[in-house]
């Protein structure tokens, strides 16, 4: 799937805030990413559930777990606001 950083930033940002719709991080964690960074990002976000568990079962990770997406979604936002090189 071709995503722009911004995009995944948004995604990511989304879910972790609540505002997301239903479907969206299902489909965002369910297929994978053209760009080979940010499917690194993606996998990451697959893998904190089980870097930081839940403590309440409904819960998707630990609220250190959302930090760290939190992180990543910053990082992607900034990323795509800096001019190109092409």
Known sequence: MKRT???VAETIEAFVNGTGRQ???DGFISIRLDDPD????RQKCISVRDEYPPSKLTDYCSEAGME???GLAQ??????K???AA
Request: glycine content about 4%.
């Open 82 to 84: 800096q001019p190109s």
């Open 68 to 70: 760290v997406m939190r």
């Open 75 to 80: 990082s992607l936002g900034a990323s795509s």
């Open 5 to 7: 950083r911004q995009q």
């Open 23 to 25: 479907w969206d991080w």
């Open 38 to 41: 940010l499917e690194a990002v």
